[in-house]
């Protein structure tokens, strides 16, 4: 089972940072990466980024720039960060984990977590 | 504007079959597998198949999917109306250093 936690509310320019936490299992496991989605309200899924459990990382082009996403196998948790907000990040945001490559699916996916961008 | 097309919306009453489709191009459904994701309204997307055509363990066989050079196809068979929900595609895109892209996603009504 995969758990996302953090603020539901974050300022314009701010950096919003959320927590997976993962349930029934190591995320060091050998072929599994973490991975973030968001769904705007109302609209489709976005992928955000893929991280593995050594660190290696996958970020969604177009968001790059602002996302950095972690991993603390000691807590079994992957986390993810994404600098600048503005009221266009206001999403549901979803931790899965994912099995990467041509193959590519998320499976299973977390319960979500609105985020707000507002002042 | 998604990587991936599917139509926005698809009807159909109970018991008939429905298809919606997924329009790619080489660099991701074309070269990669596709997977598909059921969304319920105010649930979080459950995988219903992966790897164009396998159903995870607790999928019915109502569902199918298929994949053709750069389009793809996911079929639903004995249609219930439980299965009123938003249906995305995805895959792994090659291009930009690789990258998972999903389709706009399709509502279905069941009638």
């Known amino acids: 089972q995969l758990q996302e936690s953090g603020p539901g509310l974050v300022k314009p320019s701010e950096t919003l940072s959320l927590t997976c936490t993962v349930s029934g299992g190591s995320i060091s496991s050998s072929s599994y990466y973490w991975g973030w989605i968001r769904q705007p309200p109302g609209k489709g899924l976005e992928w955000i980024g893929s991280?593995?459990?050594?660190?290696?990382?996958y970020y969604n082009p177009s968001l790059k720039s602002r996302v950095t996403m972690s991993v603390d196998t000691s807590k079994n948790q992957f986390s993810l960060r994404l600098s600048s907000v503005t009221a266009a990040d206001t999403a549901v945001f979803y931790c899965a984990r994912w099995y990467g490559g041509t193959y590519s699916w998320f499976d299973p996916w977390g319960q979500g977590t609105l985020v707000t961008v507002s002042s | 504007q998604s990587v991936l097309t599917q139509p926005p919306s698809a009807s159909a009453t109970p018991g008939q079959r429905v298809t919606i489709s997924c329009s790619g191009s080489?660099?991701?459904?074309?070269?990669?597998?596709v997977c598909w994701y059921q969304q319920l309204p105010g649930t979080a997307p459950k995988l219903l198949i992966y790897?164009?055509?396998q159903r995870p363990s607790g999928v019915p066989d109502r569902f199918s999917g298929s994949k053709s050079g750069t389009s793809a196809s996911l079929a639903i068979s004995g249609l219930r109306s439980e299965d009123e929900a938003d249906y995305y595609c995805?895959?792994?895109?090659?291009?930009?250093?690789?990258?998972?892209?999903f389709g706009g996603g399709t509502k279905l009504t069941v009638l």
């Open positions: 080489s660099s991701n459904i074309g070269s990669n597998s």
């Open positions: 991280v593995s459990s050594g660190g290696r990382t």
């Open positions: 790897r164009n055509n």
């Open positions: 995805a895959a792994w895109d090659d291009s930009l250093s690789g990258h998972v892209v």
